[in-house]
């Protein structure tokens, strides 16, 4: 006979309480439970990591690299960064001093933002988000305020994001290029941004994770390059999506010496550090030529290309995405009464896994919305184009249920 727990309901923490649980590890769950599905769900590189990345962290096993390193990360790791920074991002930084290397880019972001807010100051966050955005901002004892990106081009309007900012208003939190939407923000974009935060004395804590996947002639900025914002940017970014190692949790963040005093506090009693072997290993991955970037970037839009086709064909709505590797689809032309319903079906009658758009918005917001990850071999591509092919046929032989999704599946329709 299981315990009697009901009276320790009234003991869970408000902070609990506000958080909903995590759609997109909740479905990842589901998926595996689940034999025969093709999963463009959870953001997962389906291509292995490098073979000589590998190699580097299993010998750094061997050669006994498995007791703490330096709390703010391996030295040799930092200077790595500091390097790939200023190639890559146009950013001088500090290894000893203004880089410190995290259990993943979530730590990252969990730290910088409970080494700024109080309880009661205003994030400013753009919806739709990140799915961990929000819960983010709560444990850190802050108040969210959303500014809209509006479909079908997921801009901003600079009336609507002045208008978010005031005497509260402590940090904004800014991904691009962008998940869910694939949008890249423009440097005009970038400048109202830097405007603002100057003028309301705002940090920018911006996740850059995506850096490397961009298409079509556009360009990464890293905000804290932008006039007046060096020493009001948080910049992170980890290795996780780039490398395929989404499972080694190596993050960092890059900001100036007092904002990283601050969160290195938060970073040492939260986590002490970052797996040790994994992050010589990591020096291995930061030495990779320009060449490895172009040839993923390739290959990630040709997968890009050849899903936009099929999902189109089935009747799905988008703008290409500028970068990340997720497609965000509009889905309300397909007589489903929400995307928690449709993302059912897909999964249920089709063995599709997607990711539903209701998880990249704030508790209790209405979306049609599916979320497709293209991470994937072209195998995978494949598979997924004859079950969407099959969906679409679905849809024009018969109509389809509309209604309620069962209750068991209820907080499992997402993906990372």
């Not at 990345?53 to 990360?73: C, I, M, S, V």
């Amino acid at each position: 006979m299981l315990p009697n727990t009901a009276g320790l309901a009234g003991k869970i923490s408000l902070r609990a309480s506000e958080i909903r649980p995590s759609n997109i590890r909740d479905a990842a769950r589901l998926v595996q439970e689940t034999p025969g599905v093709v999963n463009l769900g959870q953001g997962l590189p389906e291509y292995p990591a490098p073979q000589c990345l590998k190699e580097a962290a299993a010998a750094a096993l061997f050669a006994d690299h498995n007791q703490y390193t330096n709390t703010w990360g391996l030295l040799q790791l930092r200077q790595a960064i500091a390097d790939k920074m200023r190639h890559y991002n146009g950013l001088d930084a500090n290894p000893e001093h203004e880089i410190t290397v995290t259990c993943g880019a979530s730590e990252a972001l969990n730290v910088s933002l409970l080494s700024l807010i109080n309880r009661g100051d205003e994030v400013i966050v753009f919806e739709p988000f990140y799915e961990n955005y929000h819960p983010n901002v709560v444990i850190a004892g802050g108040v969210p305020r959303y500014v809209r990106l509006h479909a079908p081009d997921y801009t901003f309007d600079p009336d609507e994001l002045r208008a978010a900012f005031n005497e509260r208003t402590r940090a904004i939190l800014i991904n691009t290029p962008h998940n869910p939407t694939g949008r890249v923000f423009s440097r005009e974009e970038l400048t109202v941004i830097a405007e603002l935060c100057q003028k309301w004395d705002v940090v920018a804590i911006t996740d850059e994770i995506y850096e490397y996947m961009v298409y079509d002639g556009n360009r990464h900025i890293s905000i804290a390059t932008l006039p007046g914002m060096r020493d009001r940017t948080i910049t992170i970014s980890g290795l996780s999506k780039t490398f395929g190692i989404t499972g080694w949790r190596l993050g960092y963040a890059v900001a100036p010496p007092t904002l990283s005093t601050a969160l290195r506090k938060l970073h040492d009693y939260m986590t002490l550090a970052a797996p040790s072997p994994l992050q010589v290993a990591a020096i291995t991955a930061l030495k990779m030529p320009d060449s490895f970037y172009e040839e993923m970037c390739a290959k990630y839009k040709a997968q890009r290309d050849a899903l936009m086709v099929v999902a189109r064909e089935a009747g799905f709505q988008f703008r290409p995405p500028q970068g990340t590797y997720y497609l965000f689809t509009a889905a309300s032309e397909l007589g489903f009464a929400n995307d928690r319903v449709l993302w059912h079906h897909l999964v249920t009658k089709f063995k599709l896994a997607t990711v539903a758009g209701y998880c990249f918005h704030r508790p209790g917001v209405e979306s049609n919305n599916i979320r497709f990850c293209y991470a994937k071999y072209p195998e995978t591509i494949r598979a997924a184009s004859e079950r969407l092919a099959a969906f679409k046929a679905s849809l024009s032989s018969a109509p389809v249920s509309t209604g309620g999704v069962p209750s068991t599946v209820s907080l499992a329709m997402a993906g990372s």
